[in-house]
């Protein structure tokens, strides 16, 4: 090849979960695999009157270039619906990203240097690493368990870095959700240190039957960057997120995004606000929740059902998209995967998800791009799968 690529390029490597989903789109299959939000939910025509809505009262202005920092009403109403969480923040502290993946590349752009000392949890989101590693962090793990991140370990590890990064809400990949007693713990220490926390939370509003916990950035408001969504309450085609900095943080950021991509892509915006103009979101956020929390419910049911006698264990998610399971001592869930698959049935292996030392018999499993039957089906395949390839 005549390019010479950057150090920074050897750090970048495909995404273990997309090169999955290449494997299961085979006719037939059942995926358990992808983090992606049910179509099912997808509001396709308030969607198709909002464009025609956009087009027709402000066409030019939605089809042209705008400003980075994203539209002055669309920002308002993040601010606004913020405060749901305990947070007060003002929209000249709200950036429109294109996805909150795009938030998470910002901060890996403006916050870490070739060796900074960085935490995360055990495990964490793989597109945060994706995200982080080509800046060449020193990323270290602080140990976690069904509450989240212990704080004790994370105040022995806070010396010289930079944040930590946090998905408190039904966390990807396992499901699990931070406690009132952990957030306060955690906050105490960051506090107490000066540690800057990240805060993800693309599923804190998939709640089933209570709402968590005020988040980690209203208790720290100078030192925490939270980082939202709107692929799992409207839909993930359109690419549209936002971030909330400090106002000393945030020119940086928007440095960050102008040089990325001018700007998210206004006509989006504009339909989005169209879209939640007349209060939609709080019509339709609670079907999404009754039908995850059905599917949730089915997969649980057919575990119980299936994996009896098997020493196979799993989590039980209080909200969002995901649940854990871990396999019997000794097995591998990668080179379970291709067995599964033979079998019609689709997983993601959790070593992907681990920054340091991975636990090889770990796996994802999304409950809600499948139906009840399939679920019931799908698990059935699993289980005969691990019946099947059980350590002698």
Known sequence: MSFTLAQRAHKMNPSVIREILKVTEKPGIISFAGGLPSPDTFPIDAMREACERVLKLDGRAALQYAASEGLPQLREWVANDLKKQGMQV?????????????????????????????????????????????????????????????????????????????????????GRTMSEARRAAVAQVALDTGLPVIEDNPYGDLWFDQTPAASLSSRLPEQSLYLGSFS??????LRLGYLVAPKALYPKLLQAKQAADLHTPSFNQRVVAEVLKDGFIDRHVPTIRALYKRQCEAMLQALEREMAGLDVTWNRPAGGMFLWAQLPKGMDAVKLLPHAVD??????????????????????????????????????????????HLPR
């Open 90 to 174: 003002s929209p000249d502290q709200v950036l429109i990203t294109t996805g909150s993946q795009q938030g998470l590349d910002l901060v890996a752009k403006v916050l870490i240097d070739a060796g900074s000392k960085i935490l995360v949890e055990t495990p964490t989101y793989l597109g945060a690493l994706q995200a982080f590693m080509p800046m060449e962090p020193d990323v270290v793990s602080v140990d976690s368990d069904d509450e989240g991140v212990d704080a004790t370990d994370l105040r022995s590890k806070t010396r010289d870095a930079r944040f930590i990064y946090l998905l408190p809400n039904f966390q990807n990949p396992t």
């Open 232 to 237: 799992k309450i409207l839909a993930p085609g």
């Open 343 to 388: 079998k019609n049935v689709a997983f993601v292996p959790g070593s992907a998800f681990y920054a340091a030392n991975p636990m090889h018999e770990t796996l994802r499993l999304s409950f809600v791009t499948s139906t009840v039957e399939q679920i019931q089906t799908g698990v059935a395949a699993l289980a005969q799968t691990i019946r099947e």
